[in-house]
């Protein structure tokens, strides 16, 4: 019988008394097969017995085991893949075990590009899986290997609501995997001791969420690209086979939590050389240093982290940068220490302005300052998500010794979307200063794809005078949207930052602001038949007015298109216009160089492109802008091309170049900046980058130079050699002792697991 026919039946053929008697009989039906029901999840098994864990899964175990069917999910999504996968799962005492098989209908396809921890690329082939351990729909745990057996982790927050910005991939953490590739067929072992997951295994069953995910990266055949378990739409948003959201409950009958504990010493010695400026004579330091990170489990929810000692000498060279704005330049976080977790600290209005901003700590005027150490405590507590950090540095030239403090508290209200949080943030100085700093912030999912998000910060600081019940040290922030993937967007905005908002750990871009926004969209996502995957147009509108006395600052409005095709190529263009208020005279570069104080029009046509060959051994992105600036012109282009050969070797560049005339006050300046950047992977293993840069404006020549041998998981092995040149030095044929830095340095770390 059609449902149709038994709705007719129901409501028109039968009596009264016919129908309490269908509705009980359905009641008990319910009741009697809800554990049934409940039972529709999968269901994870434990097994006990051991594996040769070589990356094949052939033992009996695997194949006792039920598969997950994939299905694709980009570029045909809903499709059944042409190319077969076959996933597994259980778990032990110890590990969650993943065994996947690839195959693939030409063995030609398999790509297989980077040989480094983390090569967060789809330029390879990769399977993973990414797991919500608290199954809170909000935050993932991801876990992927490329063709080369590289490991990629990583951590998702807010389910992915602000896209790339809620994806942490400098989270590391301990588990293992092993690659094979046998003609057709790439085969992969995965184990993640039960020790790097945390969740909520109060119960004799942990249920969690699961998305499988499996690239293909020859995105020249309509059949490869990528497959998931369970289906995961390509309306959903930004990145959806991460969103949380998307996870399929699964169960873990008996899952026990493990409490790890991991002891990482180090040891460092180098040299340095340098021209000391006071004396006028080159000075030679040599550097001895000792010191420990410490990692430990309190509950199956919360992690300790101590350090004492703390050193950063393997970490990259900061990128080049240039500045056009009257603004402050913005550099990323690249310490590991920092970078860990720190999406759990995010108090952020906008990209550039944070109440936390974790740069603050152990650098200044970019200079490193010694860390003498620190505690870092992170995870959950009831419905609450906890952060807590303290850190401790040592007096460094007119800076005193300064303690850094931060608190950030975050839980679930109205429902799976929703959040109320706060912060506190602290920095006190050893000569009787300090800055405290207090925020409360939420967004709540009222309806459908529609958010409201509220935020307010005040800061508070010595000799300030400042009131909890006065605007001067207070940013407010209020934004309306609605976000989804297909169809009509639109954001609106107000935002309010005081005269004496000055957070102390914190990084803001603008001072003393009161900015009105307003961003509308609208996108399709074509269908098969399209060469494109995804496109929309949009305008952006911001006015900015002085907090202090209101008058108008700056206005910018931008139109555009922006567009991702289902081979290699994604590009966006867009027309903008700013209104620019300039109070004082604005020096771009030097006194020679400036904008007079009044009022200016300008507009300026920007392009951004991107595009890579069929088999990702090369990928180009090119973007310019072009147009007036103030009252002269402005030409920008910056290249960034990137070369993969073999599986081992990658070559990135990037070249940049600025050129700003004002005809009428005869003033020019053209900068360019120079990066050359060679990453030579040996093995897995065994990694050599090196990094080059010139920058025209300031005639710097650096250059950064760093081996790695990865003993094992938590171990390795650094030799660090860098070093800066003045090339207008030089060119006045000076010493190389009066305009050479160099720095040599060998580091060895070592990690106990208890």
């Known amino acids: 019988m059609k449902r149709e026919e038994l709705n007719s039946w129901f409501i028109q053929g039968t009596s009264a008394g016919e129908k309490i008697i269908v509705?009980?009989?359905?009641?008990?039906?319910?009741?009697?097969?809800?554990?049934?029901?409940?039972?529709?999840?999968?269901?994870?098994?434990?097994?006990?017995?051991?594996?040769?864990?070589?990356?094949?899964?052939?033992?009996?175990?695997?194949?006792?085991?039920?598969?997950?069917?994939?299905?694709?999910?980009?570029?045909?999504?809903?499709?059944?893949?042409e190319q077969k996968t076959d996933v597994r799962l259980f778990f032990d005492n110890t590990y969650l075990y993943i065994g996947a098989s690839m195959y693939y209908n030409d063995p030609e396809m398999i790509t297989r590009i980077g040989k480094t921890r983390d090569y967060a690329s789809w330029d390879s082939d990769w399977i993973g899986i990414s797991i919500d351990t608290y199954n809170d729909k909000q935050n993932m745990l991801l876990f992927f290997v490329n063709t080369n057996g590289i490991r990629t982790d990583a951590t998702t927050q807010n389910d992915l609501l602000n896209g790339m910005n809620d994806i942490n991939f400098n989270y590391n953490t301990f588990w293992d995997a092993i690659s094979k590739i046998d003609d057709s067929l790439w085969q992969v072992e995965i184990r993640i001791p039960l020790s790097s997951l945390r969740f909520q295994g109060n119960t004799d069953k942990v249920t969690m969420g699961?998305?499988?995910?499996?690239?293909?990266?020859?995105?020249?055949?309509?059949?490869y690209g990528q497959a998931t378990w369970p289906l995961v739409p390509q309306s959903k948003g930004t990145y959806p086979y991460w969103k949380a959201s998307m996870g399929e409950e699964v169960d873990f009958p008996g899952l026990k939590s493990k409490k790890p504990a991991y002891l990482t010493p180090y040891l460092l010695g180098g040299i340095n050389r340098f021209y000391d400026t006071d004396i006028l004579e080159a000075k030679t330091d040599y550097k001895y240093e000792a010191g420990a990170d410490f990692k430990y489990g309190l509950t199956n929810?919360?992690?300790?982290?101590?350090?004492?000692?703390?050193?950063?000498?393997?970490?990259?060279?900061?990128?080049?940068?240039?500045?056009?704005?009257?603004?402050?330049?913005?550099?990323?976080?690249?310490?590991?220490?920092?970078?860990?977790?720190?999406?759990?600290?995010?108090?952020?209005?906008?990209?550039?302005?944070?109440?936390?901003?974790?740069?603050n700590i152990g650098l200044y005027k970019g200079n490193p300052v010694r860390i003498y150490g620190g505690l870092r405590l992170t995870g959950r507590a009831g419905e609450w998500d906890l952060g807590f950090l303290d850190m401790q540095t040592a007096k460094f030239e007119d800076l005193s010794g300064?303690?850094?403090?931060?608190?950030?508290?975050?839980?679930?209200i109205l429902n799976q979307k929703s959040y109320l949080g706060g912060i506190i943030t602290s920095r006190i100085g050893n000569g009787r200063t300090y800055n405290i700093a207090y925020g409360i912030d939420s967004r709540l999912n009222l309806f459908g794809d529609d958010y409201l998000t509220l935020k307010w910060a005040q800061t508070f600081k010595n000799n300030?005078?400042?009131?909890?019940?006065?605007?001067?040290?207070?940013?407010?922030?209020?934004?309306?949207?609605?976000?989804?993937?297909?169809?009509?967007?639109?954001?609106?905005?107000?935002?309010?930052?005081?005269?004496?908002?000055?957070?102390?750990?914190?990084?803001?871009?603008?001072?003393?602001?009161?900015?009105?926004?307003?961003?509308?969209?609208?996108?399709?996502?074509?269908?098969?038949?399209?060469?494109?995957?995804?496109?929309?147009?949009?305008?952006?509108?911001?006015?900015?007015?002085?907090?202090?006395?209101g008058s108008l600052e700056s206005v910018m409005s931008s139109a555009g298109w922006s567009f991702v095709t289902k081979k290699t190529l994604e590009g966006q263009l867009y027309l903008n216009w700013e209104l620019e208020d300039i109070k004082e005279t604005y020096y771009i570069v030097s006194p020679d160089i400036f904008v007079p104080q009044g009022r200016y029009n300008f507009f300026s046509l920007y392009g951004y492109l991107y595009a890579t060959s069929p088999d990702r051994?090369?990928?180009?992105?090119?973007?310019?802008?072009?147009?007036?600036?103030?009252?002269?012109?402005?030409?920008?282009?910056?290249?960034?091309?990137?070369?993969?050969?073999?599986?081992?070797?990658?070559?990135?560049?990037?070249?940049?170049?600025?050129?700003?005339?004002?005809?009428?006050?005869?003033?020019?300046?053209?900068?360019?900046?120079?990066?050359?950047?060679?990453?030579?992977?040996?093995?897995?293993?065994?990694?050599?980058?090196?990094?080059?840069?010139?920058?025209?404006?300031?005639?710097?020549?650096?250059?950064?130079?760093?081996?790695?041998?990865?003993?094992?998981?938590?171990?390795?092995?650094?030799?660090?050699?860098?070093?800066?040149?003045?090339?207008?030095?030089?060119?006045?044929?000076?010493?190389?002792?009066?305009?050479?830095?160099?720095?040599?340095?060998?580091?060895?770390?070592?990690?106990?697991?208890?």
């Open 23 to 81: 509705v009980l009989f359905c009641i008990v039906f319910l009741v009697s097969n809800q554990h049934a029901f409940s039972q529709d999840r999968r269901i994870i098994p434990f097994r006990s017995r051991d594996i040769n864990f070589d990356g094949i899964p052939d033992e009996d175990i695997w194949s006792s085991l039920e598969s997950f069917p994939l299905v694709m999910h980009y570029p045909n999504n809903g499709r059944t893949p």
């Open 301 to 359: 929810n919360l992690t300790l982290d101590l350090t004492a000692n703390t050193d950063f000498a393997q970490v990259e060279a900061d990128r080049e940068q240039f500045n056009l704005t009257r603004f402050s330049l913005f550099f990323p976080e690249k310490r590991l220490f920092f970078q860990e977790k720190s999406d759990v600290f995010d108090f952020s209005f906008t990209q550039y302005d944070n109440l936390f901003y974790s740069r």
């Open 402 to 412: 300064q303690n850094f403090g931060i608190l950030r508290t975050k839980r679930k």
């Open 464 to 549: 300030s005078g400042n009131s909890l019940f006065s605007l001067q040290p207070t940013h407010a922030y209020a934004k309306w949207e609605k976000k989804r993937t297909e169809g009509f967007n639109y954001e609106f905005l107000l935002d309010w930052s005081g005269e004496n908002y000055i957070p102390g750990i914190g990084l803001k871009a603008r001072d003393n602001f009161f900015l009105k926004g307003a961003t509308f969209r609208y996108a399709w996502l074509p269908g098969k038949e399209s060469l494109l995957n995804s496109h929309y147009i949009f305008t952006k509108n911001y006015i900015y007015n002085s907090s202090v006395d």
């Open 617 to 754: 051994s090369l990928g180009i992105s090119l973007s310019s802008e072009a147009g007036s600036y103030y009252d002269g012109n402005k030409f920008s282009v910056s290249l960034q091309p990137g070369l993969n050969i073999g599986s081992g070797i990658m070559i990135d560049g990037n070249y940049r170049i600025d050129r700003v005339t004002f005809n009428d006050r005869s003033q020019k300046y053209t900068n360019s900046i120079f990066g050359l950047k060679g990453t030579f992977m040996y093995t897995t293993k065994l990694t050599l980058t090196t990094y080059v840069q010139y920058n025209t404006f300031s005639h710097r020549i650096i250059t950064n130079v760093r081996f790695r041998y990865n003993i094992r998981e938590g171990s390795d092995f650094y030799i660090v050699y860098n070093e800066g040149i003045d090339s207008s030095v030089k060119a006045n044929f000076l010493t190389d002792q009066e305009n050479e830095n160099r720095t040599f340095l060998i580091k060895y770390t070592y990690t106990f697991a208890f």
């Open 210 to 223: 699961i998305i499988i995910l499996r690239g293909i990266a020859n995105s020249d055949n309509p059949d």
